[in-house]
Protein backbone atom coordinates (compact mmCIF):
# COMPACT_ATOMS: atom_id res chain seq x y z
CA UNK A 1 0.00 0.00 0.00
CA UNK A 2 1.32 3.43 -0.73
CA UNK A 3 0.67 6.74 1.45
CA UNK A 4 0.52 9.62 -0.57
CA UNK A 5 0.95 13.45 0.59
CA UNK A 6 0.22 16.35 -1.85
CA UNK A 7 2.90 18.77 -2.35
CA UNK A 8 1.16 21.94 -1.71
CA UNK A 9 -0.74 20.09 1.90
CA UNK A 10 -0.99 22.42 4.57
CA UNK A 11 0.76 26.20 5.76
CA UNK A 12 0.98 28.32 2.49
CA UNK A 13 3.86 30.68 2.25
CA UNK A 14 2.72 33.55 3.77
CA UNK A 15 1.49 31.81 6.86
CA UNK A 16 4.58 29.70 6.95
CA UNK A 17 6.76 32.54 6.92
CA UNK A 18 4.46 34.56 10.14
CA UNK A 19 4.29 31.55 11.86
CA UNK A 20 8.18 30.90 11.71
CA UNK A 21 8.66 34.63 12.46
CA UNK A 22 6.78 33.62 15.99
CA UNK A 23 8.54 30.83 16.89
CA UNK A 24 11.45 32.68 15.85
CA UNK A 25 11.04 35.98 18.32
CA UNK A 26 9.59 33.48 21.46
CA UNK A 27 13.46 32.57 21.52
CA UNK A 28 14.31 36.43 22.61
CA UNK A 29 12.92 37.51 25.99
CA UNK A 30 10.69 40.37 24.43
CA UNK A 31 6.96 40.14 25.25
CA UNK A 32 5.53 38.82 22.06
CA UNK A 33 1.94 39.17 20.76
CA UNK A 34 0.39 38.26 17.59
CA UNK A 35 -2.97 40.77 16.37
CA UNK A 36 -5.73 37.86 16.15
CA UNK A 37 -4.59 33.97 15.95
CA UNK A 38 -0.97 34.05 13.69
CA UNK A 39 -3.36 30.78 12.33
CA UNK A 40 -6.55 29.52 12.34
CA UNK A 41 -5.47 25.95 14.66
CA UNK A 42 -5.87 25.87 18.14
CA UNK A 43 -2.67 23.73 18.57
CA UNK A 44 -0.43 25.95 16.81
CA UNK A 45 -1.94 28.80 19.05
CA UNK A 46 -2.43 26.76 22.58
CA UNK A 47 1.21 25.68 22.30
CA UNK A 48 2.28 29.09 21.32
CA UNK A 49 0.40 30.53 24.09
CA UNK A 50 2.61 27.97 26.20
CA UNK A 51 5.65 29.91 24.82
CA UNK A 52 4.55 33.13 26.15
CA UNK A 53 2.69 34.77 23.03
CA UNK A 54 -0.66 36.16 23.75
CA UNK A 55 -2.96 36.84 21.02
CA UNK A 56 -4.76 40.49 21.20
CA UNK A 57 -8.41 39.63 19.83
CA UNK A 58 -9.25 43.31 19.07
CA UNK A 59 -8.16 47.07 18.71
CA UNK A 60 -8.80 47.61 22.40
CA UNK A 61 -6.47 44.86 23.27
CA UNK A 62 -4.15 46.45 21.41
CA UNK A 63 -5.23 49.87 22.88
CA UNK A 64 -4.38 48.33 26.47
CA UNK A 65 -0.84 47.50 26.26
CA UNK A 66 2.35 49.46 27.71
CA UNK A 67 5.04 47.72 26.44
CA UNK A 68 5.92 44.52 24.24
CA UNK A 69 6.15 43.52 19.86
CA UNK A 70 2.92 43.22 17.83
CA UNK A 71 2.86 40.57 14.84
CA UNK A 72 0.81 41.04 12.02
CA UNK A 73 -0.46 38.00 10.64
CA UNK A 74 -0.48 36.88 6.91
CA UNK A 75 -4.36 38.42 6.58
CA UNK A 76 -2.65 42.20 7.44
CA UNK A 77 -4.57 45.17 9.31
CA UNK A 78 -5.68 48.21 7.92
CA UNK A 79 -3.25 51.61 8.39
CA UNK A 80 -5.07 52.16 11.61
CA UNK A 81 -3.20 49.27 13.37
CA UNK A 82 0.26 50.15 12.65
CA UNK A 83 -0.67 54.08 13.69
CA UNK A 84 -1.66 52.40 17.13
CA UNK A 85 1.28 50.40 17.42
CA UNK A 86 3.32 53.16 16.95
CA UNK A 87 1.39 56.00 19.32
CA UNK A 88 2.00 53.27 22.09
CA UNK A 89 5.68 53.25 21.19
CA UNK A 90 5.38 49.34 20.51
CA UNK A 91 7.54 47.02 18.11
CA UNK A 92 5.71 46.28 15.32
CA UNK A 93 6.73 42.87 13.15
CA UNK A 94 4.75 43.00 10.07
CA UNK A 95 4.01 39.66 8.68
CA UNK A 96 1.54 40.44 6.14
CA UNK A 97 2.04 38.23 3.69
CA UNK A 98 3.60 40.04 0.66
CA UNK A 99 0.22 39.22 -1.75
CA UNK A 100 -1.66 40.91 0.20
CA UNK A 101 0.68 43.77 0.91
CA UNK A 102 0.58 44.06 -2.77
CA UNK A 103 -3.40 44.47 -2.45
CA UNK A 104 -3.17 47.28 0.13
CA UNK A 105 -0.96 49.21 -2.35
CA UNK A 106 -2.64 48.68 -5.16
CA UNK A 107 -6.09 49.71 -3.36
CA UNK A 108 -4.24 52.81 -1.72
CA UNK A 109 -2.80 54.12 -5.22
CA UNK A 110 -5.88 53.63 -6.97
CA UNK A 111 -7.77 55.28 -4.23
CA UNK A 112 -5.62 58.34 -4.64
CA UNK A 113 -5.72 58.94 -8.30
CA UNK A 114 -9.99 58.54 -8.23
CA UNK A 115 -11.07 55.01 -8.62
CA UNK A 116 -14.28 53.77 -6.44
CA UNK A 117 -12.57 50.79 -5.23
CA UNK A 118 -14.93 47.16 -5.57
CA UNK A 119 -12.99 44.32 -3.26
CA UNK A 120 -14.82 41.02 -4.08
CA UNK A 121 -14.48 38.52 -0.97
CA UNK A 122 -16.32 38.00 2.87
CA UNK A 123 -17.03 41.36 4.13
CA UNK A 124 -16.28 39.81 7.56
CA UNK A 125 -13.43 38.31 6.73
CA UNK A 126 -9.39 39.91 8.65
CA UNK A 127 -8.22 40.25 5.40
CA UNK A 128 -10.92 42.01 3.69
CA UNK A 129 -11.55 44.37 6.89
CA UNK A 130 -7.65 45.19 6.50
CA UNK A 131 -7.53 46.03 2.37
CA UNK A 132 -11.01 47.98 3.26
CA UNK A 133 -8.41 49.75 5.68
CA UNK A 134 -6.72 50.97 2.48
CA UNK A 135 -8.57 52.93 0.00
CA UNK A 136 -8.40 56.52 1.19
CA UNK A 137 -12.46 56.82 -0.01
CA UNK A 138 -15.31 54.08 0.86
CA UNK A 139 -14.43 50.89 -0.25
CA UNK A 140 -17.67 48.67 -1.38
CA UNK A 141 -16.95 44.66 -0.65
CA UNK A 142 -19.36 41.89 -2.60
CA UNK A 143 -19.80 38.50 -2.44
CA UNK A 144 -22.55 37.77 -4.45
CA UNK A 145 -24.02 38.26 -7.47
CA UNK A 146 -26.99 39.94 -6.30
CA UNK A 147 -24.52 42.43 -4.87
CA UNK A 148 -22.89 42.64 -7.92
CA UNK A 149 -26.25 43.30 -9.61
CA UNK A 150 -26.99 45.81 -7.42
CA UNK A 151 -23.98 48.15 -7.26
CA UNK A 152 -24.79 51.32 -8.32
CA UNK A 153 -21.98 53.99 -8.85
CA UNK A 154 -22.12 57.63 -10.80
CA UNK A 155 -21.96 57.00 -14.62
CA UNK A 156 -18.44 58.71 -14.85
CA UNK A 157 -17.17 56.72 -12.17
CA UNK A 158 -13.63 54.64 -12.57
CA UNK A 159 -13.76 51.64 -10.71
CA UNK A 160 -10.93 48.99 -9.84
CA UNK A 161 -11.37 45.66 -8.48
CA UNK A 162 -9.51 43.64 -6.12
CA UNK A 163 -10.00 40.29 -4.50
CA UNK A 164 -9.67 38.59 -1.55
CA UNK A 165 -6.67 36.56 -2.14
CA UNK A 166 -8.71 33.15 -1.18
CA UNK A 167 -11.55 33.66 -3.37
CA UNK A 168 -12.80 31.30 -5.89
CA UNK A 169 -11.46 32.47 -9.08
CA UNK A 170 -14.65 31.21 -11.13
CA UNK A 171 -17.04 32.99 -8.94
CA UNK A 172 -14.56 36.06 -9.11
CA UNK A 173 -14.88 35.53 -13.24
CA UNK A 174 -18.47 35.54 -12.85
CA UNK A 175 -18.77 39.26 -10.67
CA UNK A 176 -16.42 40.90 -12.75
CA UNK A 177 -18.38 40.19 -15.96
CA UNK A 178 -21.33 41.77 -13.90
CA UNK A 179 -19.57 44.87 -13.45
CA UNK A 180 -18.24 44.71 -17.13
CA UNK A 181 -21.75 44.44 -18.32
CA UNK A 182 -22.68 47.66 -16.69
CA UNK A 183 -20.47 49.42 -18.48
CA UNK A 184 -18.76 51.08 -16.23
CA UNK A 185 -15.03 52.22 -16.92
CA UNK A 186 -13.04 49.38 -14.84
CA UNK A 187 -9.70 48.05 -14.26
CA UNK A 188 -9.70 44.59 -12.74
CA UNK A 189 -6.37 43.14 -10.20
CA UNK A 190 -6.80 39.61 -10.27
CA UNK A 191 -4.93 39.35 -6.44
CA UNK A 192 -6.26 35.43 -5.86
CA UNK A 193 -3.38 33.91 -4.54
CA UNK A 194 -2.63 30.76 -6.38
CA UNK A 195 -1.54 28.68 -3.02
CA UNK A 196 -5.56 27.77 -2.43
CA UNK A 197 -6.02 26.77 -5.83
CA UNK A 198 -2.90 24.53 -6.34
CA UNK A 199 -3.67 22.91 -3.07
CA UNK A 200 -7.10 22.29 -4.12
CA UNK A 201 -6.17 21.14 -7.69
CA UNK A 202 -3.03 18.83 -6.07
CA UNK A 203 -6.18 17.40 -3.55
CA UNK A 204 -8.76 16.63 -6.40
CA UNK A 205 -5.98 14.73 -8.62
CA UNK A 206 -4.71 12.58 -5.81
CA UNK A 207 -8.42 11.91 -4.96
CA UNK A 208 -8.66 10.59 -8.62
CA UNK A 209 -6.06 8.28 -8.06
CA UNK A 210 -6.89 6.98 -4.20
CA UNK A 211 -8.93 4.33 -2.71
CA UNK A 212 -8.74 6.30 0.65
CA UNK A 213 -8.03 10.53 1.70
CA UNK A 214 -7.31 12.01 4.50
CA UNK A 215 -8.24 15.38 5.01
CA UNK A 216 -6.61 16.99 7.98
CA UNK A 217 -7.67 20.55 9.03
CA UNK A 218 -9.63 22.58 11.57
CA UNK A 219 -13.45 22.16 11.61
CA UNK A 220 -13.85 26.08 11.25
CA UNK A 221 -11.23 25.98 8.68
CA UNK A 222 -13.24 26.79 5.39
CA UNK A 223 -10.30 26.15 3.12
CA UNK A 224 -10.20 22.37 5.15
CA UNK A 225 -14.14 22.02 4.22
CA UNK A 226 -13.69 22.89 0.73
CA UNK A 227 -10.95 20.57 0.28
CA UNK A 228 -12.49 17.62 2.00
CA UNK A 229 -15.85 18.44 -0.51
CA UNK A 230 -13.62 18.55 -3.55
CA UNK A 231 -11.56 15.22 -2.45
CA UNK A 232 -15.27 13.33 -1.52
CA UNK A 233 -16.69 14.02 -5.12
CA UNK A 234 -14.03 12.15 -6.07
CA UNK A 235 -13.08 9.60 -3.18
CA UNK A 236 -15.94 8.63 -1.52
CA UNK A 237 -13.94 7.08 1.64
CA UNK A 238 -12.55 10.53 2.12
CA UNK A 239 -11.76 11.04 6.26
CA UNK A 240 -11.62 14.49 7.76
CA UNK A 241 -9.92 14.80 10.95
CA UNK A 242 -8.53 17.56 12.91
CA UNK A 243 -5.55 15.73 14.34
CA UNK A 244 -4.07 12.06 14.91
CA UNK A 245 -6.19 11.40 17.73
CA UNK A 246 -9.77 11.69 15.71
CA UNK A 247 -8.58 9.22 13.11
CA UNK A 248 -10.36 6.03 13.23
CA UNK A 249 -9.27 3.84 10.16
CA UNK A 250 -10.32 1.16 8.27
CA UNK A 251 -8.53 -0.39 5.62
CA UNK A 252 -9.58 -3.45 3.81
CA UNK A 253 -6.75 -5.41 2.36
CA UNK A 254 -8.29 -4.03 -1.57
CA UNK A 255 -6.26 -0.74 -0.36
CA UNK A 256 -3.39 0.38 -2.83
CA UNK A 257 -3.54 4.09 -1.85
CA UNK A 258 -3.93 5.95 0.59
CA UNK A 259 -3.92 10.37 -0.13
CA UNK A 260 -3.09 12.72 2.62
CA UNK A 261 -3.80 16.08 2.30
CA UNK A 262 -4.35 19.25 4.77
CA UNK A 263 -6.15 22.92 4.91
CA UNK A 264 -4.01 25.94 4.91
CA UNK A 265 -3.81 26.08 8.83
CA UNK A 266 -2.19 22.61 9.31
CA UNK A 267 1.37 23.02 10.47
CA UNK A 268 3.41 19.88 9.24
CA UNK A 269 4.07 18.66 12.46
CA UNK A 270 0.11 16.85 12.62
CA UNK A 271 0.30 15.89 9.20
CA UNK A 272 3.65 14.44 9.54
CA UNK A 273 2.38 12.87 12.47
CA UNK A 274 -0.49 11.35 10.49
CA UNK A 275 1.67 10.09 7.82
CA UNK A 276 3.80 7.86 9.59
CA UNK A 277 0.98 6.81 11.83
CA UNK A 278 -0.96 5.64 8.05
CA UNK A 279 2.34 4.09 7.07
CA UNK A 280 3.79 1.90 10.22
CA UNK A 281 -0.05 0.84 10.86
CA UNK A 282 -1.40 -0.21 7.67
FE1 LIG B 1 -0.28 34.74 1.16
FE2 LIG B 1 -1.51 33.29 -0.57
FE3 LIG B 1 -1.09 32.40 1.78
S1 LIG B 1 -1.82 35.42 -0.20
S2 LIG B 1 -1.09 34.14 3.10
S3 LIG B 1 0.48 32.87 0.28
S4 LIG B 1 -2.90 32.06 0.62
Known sequence: MEVVLAKA??????VKRAVDKVYEQVETDKKIYTYGPVVHN??????????????????EALEALEEGSVIIRAH?????????????GLECIDMTCPF???IHNIVQKESEDGKQIVIIGDPKHPEVEGIRGWSVTPATVIETPEEARNFKASE????????????NYKKFQDLVEIFQKKGYDI?????????????????????????????????????TRKLYELCKSECENT????????????????????????????????????????????
Open 76 to 88: GVPPEIYQIIEKK
Open 187 to 223: IVANTICNATEERQKEALELATKADVMIVIGGTHSSN
Open 42 to 59: EEVVKSLEEKGVQVLQNR
Open 156 to 167: DSKICIVSQTTF
Open 239 to 282: YYIQTLADLQLELPNSVELVGITAGASTPNKIIEEVQNYVRINF
Open 100 to 102: VKR
Open 9 to 14: AGFCFG
